[in-house]
């Protein structure tokens, strides 16, 4: 079945630096979508992506979506300690949104 | 309501007791799905509802899980003859209908077997 793996499991950073999370699927998506989770929380939606390398902002986020619609990425540019928590790629091979989420990314965002 | 809404919070049980965990989702939400997280893990999918019927039950773990969804609205997951392994997080996440889109999660309840 489809399968979708995230890198790196953890990372922690000093706060002002950046951080790149990456999203690999087994199959081609229809969409992507990315997720935030802090402690103790819910996932609550950032964004999602449909086509082929498209690439989305918000503030100092920055997603993109690969061409062959199979990978995707989430970049922080100069973290601050409200980024701090997991981030899941999910992604929709099904068309109807069956999401299959990946393991996250678990950020630490030392000041 | 304002959000999804899932009871019990947290629920403790023994092992072989049967549970149920109920999900009120956003008015006007159509589609309805059921995800299990455990700790350090992404939610996992267990099945997917579009009005009252299960669309989309594959990720149900075995024939102890079963959920419901009979007047389109408010959904139930019921697990009989509960495991230690079944204890984790149960997440609702609901979305409008017709267009693949934000899931609206819920708080979840926690589900501890003992």
């Known amino acids: 079945g489809q399968q979708v793996m995230q890198i790196p499991q953890y990372q922690h950073v000093q706060e002002g630096e950046d951080f790149t999370t990456y999203c690999n699927s087994s199959?081609?998506?229809?969409?992507i979508q990315w997720y935030k989770q802090r402690p103790g929380g819910h996932p609550v939606f950032l964004i999602q992506?449909?086509?082929?390398?498209e690439v989305k902002k918000q503030k100092r986020l920055t997603f993109q979506f690969g061409e062959a619609k199979k990978n995707s990425s989430l970049h922080i540019t100069a973290t601050q300690t409200t980024d701090v928590g997991t981030y899941f790629c999910?992604?929709?091979?099904?068309?109807?949104?069956?999401?299959?989420f990946g393991a996250g990314t678990r950020l630490a965002v030392h000041p | 309501g304002a959000g999804v809404s899932q009871t019990p919070s947290n629920k403790v049980t023994e092992k072989g007791k049967y549970v149920e965990l109920r999900c009120d989702p956003i008015?006007?939400?159509?589609?309805l799905y059921w995800y299990r997280q455990s700790l350090g893990q992404g939610p996992e999918f267990l099945i997917y509802?579009?009005?009252?019927?299960?669309?989309?039950d594959s990720g149900l773990p075995n024939d102890r899980f079963f959920a419901v969804r009979p007047e389109g609205s408010v959904s139930t997951l019921k697990i009989q003859r509960t495991e230690r392994g079944d204890s984790a997080v149960y997440l609702c996440?609901?979305?409008?209908?017709?267009?693949?889109?934000?899931?609206?999660f819920g708080e979840g309840s926690r589900l501890t077997v003992l």
């Open positions: 996440a609901t979305r409008l209908a017709g267009v693949a889109g934000e899931l609206f």
């Open positions: 199959t081609t998506l229809s969409n």
């Open positions: 992506l449909v086509k082929s390398g």
């Open positions: 999910a992604g929709d091979s099904g068309g109807y949104n069956k999401l299959i």
């Open positions: 008015s006007g939400h159509t589609a």
């Open positions: 509802f579009q009005g009252t019927g299960a669309a989309d």
